[in-house]
DNA sequence: CGGACTTTTGAAGTAATTCAAGGGGAGTGG
DNA sequence: CCACTCCCCTTGAATTACTTCAAAAGTCCG
């Protein structure tokens, strides 16, 4: 990829949306790209902060794990999201890990250099402003879901949000483009592998998603919201 | 309160924690006054974003309804802190409600006006990141406790941070320092009011705490802390 | 002193976890 | 190319933590 697609790329992050052509030229000169392949380790978790990222190919897992080695899964990321938030907003060490879920390309800056250009360019600033309200307002949500919601409903809102975010839309219905095992559902949903197993069992049998090793294709997303919808 | 110590207030807040003198002076010229009786809504979900607010005394209680009527508290908000971060951060509609526990005095600024000062002054816009930033990982800190605890350690883990951000030092131990219900307490930690209740006696029985209505003292909080960490 | 709200406690019910065992794909190495 | 191995997934049975249902007792306020 070359340095001008690389400034149109930036022009259309989260982030840097926006910006003057000067100015994306510039940050994209501040840059380095660095290559995951799946699996690795981007930034690990309780590291101190050094690096803002910017997905531009390929599926990031966010993470956080407890003492007692039990994880969460906070969010993927994609093309065009900011991974490593607190080098961004000032925090001192990484509050969870970040694994490459594809083969990724990202762009990088140290969290100084980010933070300079946002000192210096205020509306850097406001989008940084507008993407962590977005993110905060995105786990008010998931949070009330989790404390008020039994699991099927859960894991319907988990796949409906994923189907979203990173859905491909397919012959036999919507995709999810990342290899997603069941382990990673119940991370999300707050539960275990074994109901997320059972639960998927159960909407095979009536058409609603059609599931493989670590793949899921929505087929009927409509009864799927129905599910998500209906009372407890 | 005069106009200079409103100054000086608003120089020790979150958001504008830094900033000059003169700007200080500017911003406390735009902002109105408010004052809301306990039990008083602030700001209601789904209301079109209208207004900034910071808490000046008093306490908010956050918190988001489902369609059927059920309530998580997202968190209550203190002296200094931002209320209505959604105008701060270029949302729509406002994603939850806004409740005064206490009798409080607010300051509040429209979304245009604050935005506006952001834009100009980046300092504020890179202490909004900053804030935001903190409540978000606040959220995901909660999501993993409501994911992968029980409920006896997320009742802990909930009270060891409202005595954190609340508490008052009294002879018998640390005072949550406003009203909180069994009721508020289940809506914080994802349970019901029951099980809030008989655990909380259980507690009051080893002597950890010391309840009475609506009014939480933990009398020995180490030995909270070890309940809020041991393995289930 | 009445009435509304908050809290307590028991008993029954249940959703989901935990425990346990086996089956099947995908990739690797011989 | 086949066999081996490592994951990943499935399904049943037992257990349990928590909710739900129900009723009564406190406590505050006007």
């Known amino acids: 990829m070359d340095d001008q697609s690389d400034v149109e790329m930036l022009g259309r992050t989260e982030l840097f949306r926006g910006a ?55 969010r993927y990321l994609g093309p065009g999201e900011v991974a490593g938030y607190a080098a961004l907003a000032g925090g001192e060490t990484y509050p969870g890990s970040l694994i490459a879920v594809d083969d990724c390309h990202l762009v990088g800056w140290s969290a100084a250099i980010i933070q300079d250009i946002m000192t210096r360019h205020s509306s850097i600033a406001m989008n940084a402003v507008r993407l962590l309200g977005a993110r905060y307002l995105d786990m008010q949500v998931r949070l009330r879901e989790l404390s008020t919601e039994k699991v099927e409903r859960r894991l319907a809102h988990t796949i409906l949000r994923l189907a979203q975010q990173a859905g491909r839309r397919t012959a036999r219905g919507i995709e999810i483009a990342f290899p997603l095992s069941r382990q990673d559902l119940a991370e999300m949903s707050g539960t275990t592998l074994h109901t997320v197993s059972r639960t998927l069992s159960a909407w095979e049998e009536r058409g609603i998603v059609d599931c493989g090793r670590r793949r899921i294709i929505v087929a009927r997303s409509q009864l799927l919201e129905s599910i998500a919808e209906e009372q407890d």
């Open 20 to 74: 003057p052509v000067e100015l994306l030229r510039e940050i994209q000169r501040a840059a380095f790209r660095k290559r995951f392949a799946a699996g690795e380790t981007v930034l690990r978790q309780g590291d101190a902060t050094a690096t803002v990222y910017i997905v531009v190919i390929g599926r990031l897992r966010a993470t956080q794990t407890t003492l007692d080695g039990q994880q969460v899964i906070i």
